[in-house]
Structure formats: structure tokens, C-alpha cells
């Protein structure tokens, strides 16, 4: 008797189950045996829903304080994403453009969930419940998020994310170590006090709390960036228009529409009656979130000059600007 299609499958199952557990010095029919007892998986205990429930823990009474916790853990989780994709790159030792365009396209999935939701909390949000829940956040401050900043290091030379002031001053980052780079990053620039120029608590928790992390992270991608990934593509997979349009959209996304987003939520809800409010973390945002202040690029090489030099102009102008109190 020949045995059926599913018979077939079962045994080639086994088989191949019988290699694997004897390669690993283990008895299959032990393994199978256990099966007998295991439990169905079920979709809340795999995604470990109670223990995702429990994790928001709002520090007033305030109602829209649980969307603005919320929604900053959903924005960590897709940061969790990004960098997920991003590390699929820089472990493999050679990378074809279908593999890279798939982890950029992925990578603009992520952000653009991110830039499109904002609403949620900067429209969203009652702007007197958020004035006075904030208050009780303070020094914490979203420039405190570690995923981001691994999100940056992991993208792109690290002489772009040096302080526009100070990448002439370093020059040629094959010269210089990746401790003087990260002394000089930008977003050390943009917690500082904005009426001493000292740093803020907000930054000296961070510095304490991930710097050396940081900069392992930082020296990591070296060479191993989006960017330096991307650069080892042959030219004509590198002068792909679909995969370039990628890589300027990411550029985009992640250096002015996202930063961006920010700012027009800062300035719906901390400038109120003419009056400007301080950031929760004592921040300098004015200086820290607009783009046409750091000039922030990941990818120059991809963009003309008259690009660079207008990054992020228009959107301000029209977001922003257009829509200040007078």
C-alpha cells in the first residue's frame, strides 16, 4: 500500500526532526512525548497581553495622560522595528539591493506609522490637561529616548549627527575617534538650559544612564551604518531611482518630518495665549527640534545643494510660521 500524500509528509517531518534532535545529542521521542502534554499557544499569552496592559502607570488623574503614555510606547515599539530591520543589514556579510530595499522600505513603513499617528497627541490632546499633566513628567523629556539615538548612530556616518557647528572644527571623520564625535553630537547641544547653557538634569540623567552604551553602539556602526551598507551596493544598484527615492524618503522621514512633527506639537501646546512654556526636560527646543537649525542629513551625497540648504524651510514655513500667535 502506497502511503498517502499526508502520510509522506508526516514521515518526512519526522525524518527531518529525527537529524535534527540527534545532531543536538537528543531523544526525539522524548521531545514528541512532551508534545502530549504541552499546551495549545493562544494568541494572548503569546503576545504577553496582560503584561502589555499593565505597563501604563499615569502619574496624575488626568484622563489624556494614558493616550500620551500609550502612545509613546507604541512609537517605542516601532523604534524596536527600525532598529530590528537595521541590524539585519549590518550582520550580513554581503547584502543584494533586493535585501537592502526591502529593510528601507520597511524602515519608511515604520516611520511613516509614526508620522501619521501624531495627531493622536498633538491635535489630540487637550491642551489644558496637557499643560498641567506635563508638569508632573518633568525632567523626563521624549530626548531621552535611547532607541532613537541607537536609531541615528545606526543610519549614517557619525560626522552627520556632529553639531553643525563643529564638523568643520573635527573635519575628516577617518581622523578623528568616535568618543570626539560623540562629545560633539547635536543633541547634547539641545539639552542644555536655555537660559544658562549649562546641561540640563534631563541630560545629565541620559549621559549617566546610556552613554557608554552609546558610544559601543556608535563604534559599532562605524562602518557598519545604513549609509557605509548602502555604499557597498554596485553602482548601478546604488543608482537605482526606486532604491535612491527610498533612501531620500528615509532621510526625510527620519530628519525633518519626524523632528518636525515635534515641533508643531511644542509649538499647538507650549505656546498658549502668546506666552511661551519651557520644555518638560528644561530642553532647548526651538534650537533642538527644527531642522533648518542642525541641518541634520543622513544621506548628503543623495541630495543637491539647493536641497541642503533649504532642508526643511518650506514645511516650517507652512506648518509652523504660518500659524504662530501674533
Given amino acids: 500500500m502506497v502511503p498517502s500524500d499526508p502520510e509522506n509528509k508526516t514521515n518526512e517531518i519526522l525524518a527531518s526532526l529525527h537529524e535534527r534532535y540527534e545532531s543536538d545529542g537528543q531523544d526525539l521521542n522524548t521531545h514528541l512525548t512532551g508534545l502530549l502534554y504541552a499546551k495549545y499557544v493562544n494568541y494572548w499569552d503569546y503576545i504577553r497581553l496582560d503584561t502589555l496592559l499593565s505597563l501604563q502607570k499615569p502619574r496624575t488623574d488626568f484622563p489624556d495622560e494614558m493616550v ?183 532621510d526625510m522621514y527620519a530628519n525633518l518630518f519626524w523632528p518636525l512633527t515635534h515641533f508643531k506639537h511644542a509649538i499647538h501646546h507650549l505656546i498658549k495665549n502668546k506666552d511661551e512654556a519651557n520644555a518638560t526636560g528644561g530642553t532647548n527646543w526651538r534650537q533642538y527640534l527644527p531642522p533648518r537649525f542642525q541641518k541634520r542629513i543622513f544621506f548628503n551625497e543623495l541630495w543637491t545643494a539647493e536641497e541642503i540648504e533649504n532642508w526643511g524651510r518650506s514645511w516650517v514655513e507652512k506648518e509652523v510660521f504660518s500659524k504662530l500667535p501674533v
Fill in 68 to 250: 500620551f503614555i500609550v502612545y509613546h510606547q507604541i512609537t517605542e515599539l516601532y523604534f524596536k522595528l527600525i532598529l530590528h530591520e537595521l541590524n539585519l543589514l549590518q550582520v550580513q556579510e554581503t547584502v543584494s539591493v533586493d535585501f537592502f530595499k526591502q529593510r528601507i522600505q520597511r524602515l519608511n513603513w515604520c516611520f511613516g506609522q509614526m508620522i501619521e499617528s501624531f495627531d493622536i497627541i498633538s491635535v489630540g490632546l487637550e491642551q489644558e490637561q496637557f499643560l498641567k499633566f506635563r508638569a508632573a513628567l518633568s525632567p523626563a523629556s521624549g530626548f531621552q529616548s535611547v532607541q532613537y539615538r541607537m536609531v541615528e548612530l545606526a543610519s549614517t556616518d557619525m560626522i552627520n549627527l556632529v553639531h553643525p557647528n563643529d564638523r568643520e572644527i573635527l573635519g575628516d571623520d577617518d581622523y578623528i575617534t568616535t568618543e570626539e564625535m560623540f562629545e560633539k553630537i547635536y543633541w547634547k547641544k539641545g539639552a542644555v538650559d536655555a537660559a544658562t547653557g549649562k546641561k540640563t538634569l534631563t541630560l545629565k540623567a541620559f549621559e549617566q544612564e546610556y552613554d557608554k552604551m552609546l558610544l559601543r553602539v556608535a563604534e559599532d556602526h562605524r562602518t557598519k551604518n545604513l549609509w557605509s551598507v548602502y555604499r557597498r551596493l554596485s553602482f548601478d544598484d546604488q543608482t537605482q531611482k526606486s532604491l535612491v527615492d527610498e533612501m531620500k524618503k528615509y
